[in-house]
């Protein structure tokens, strides 16, 4: 047992905001599970967002989170959707070990036109385009980018594809975003935003056991024998646990993550090692604006004028920077 984690061997009350990873070493599964509350209300009740985009990029928090978390060095962990959907963009950035920050643009229109129609679920919002996952580890270090094409399909479905092509890792996980109506100390009741996700990988000591299937060939010759692979015995009952999950059990803090940890793996035996903190936290600062303005060259400046000001406001947390041009006098 590896110093800061502990065997679940009955439900416990699980803080929000945190994530908790664990291990089945009967299964030789290894992951993470999530609940995040209150991080998530700051993220989105600072934009005006409708509730199918704030749904969308809930799920999208989540996957970072997720993923982001399991980064062993200092940097930033990016997921970024570009698409010709009503939901043009979504972007999530986690900078280890714990600060997310995040922001969707959108058409009103087409988002409107999409629930009226009753297809404003979050495979039609993001329509086809492609995913960028971006690992940075800083300014002297290479950036390493996935991308994989958005067809359609859940996020869930993309990020599959994304690690069996890129890690070859045989993975699974599940995502979900709710409201739940609270009553606060003042007697009124209010909404607030809950997001759960579960990611487990097959890590056995045998490569050969995590074998996956080949990839596709596309444009095969008509007749060709795809190839397949059958999963582990071990695998192929983590899958069969997880897709017993509801969505109602992953955001539910009544639930928890160390209570679904135990409902899901109890029989098998799991351990979950110390939760991990998330925060929403920006990385705007009215010195890094400065700077941005200060590489600018004078007619860039000077085309960002408006009312004899600059004013620079940043997507991510809404904070707005006033700036007189000629603080900038001077400047190449």
Known sequence: MTEGSAPVASPIPDPLDAVVPFRVDALDARGRAVLVGPMLDAILDRHDYPEPVARLLGEMIVLTVLLGTSLKFQGKFIVQSQTEGPVSLLVVEFATPDGVRAYARWDDDAVNAAVESGKADPEALLGKGVLAL?????????????????DGSSLEEVARSYFRQSEQI????????GRLTLRGEDGRSRTHWRAGGILVQFLPDSPERARMADLHPGEAPEG????????????????????????????????GVHTLLYRLFHERGVTASDPAPVVNRCTCSRERVTDMLGAMSAEERADSVEGGKITVKCEYCSSVY?????????TE
């Open 134 to 150: 971006t690992v940075d580890q800083g300014t002297y270090m290479n950036r390493y980018q996935g991308i994989v094409a958005l």
């Open 170 to 177: 045989p993975t699974e996980l599940r995502l979900a975003v």
């Open 322 to 330: 006033t700036f007189d041009p000629s603080e900038f006098d001077g």
């Open 224 to 255: 060709t024998e795809l190839h397949a692979v059958e999963d582990d015995d071990a695998w192929r009952e983590v899958k069969a646990l997880l897709d017993t999950v509801a969505d109602d059990e992953l955001v539910d803090e009544g639930v």
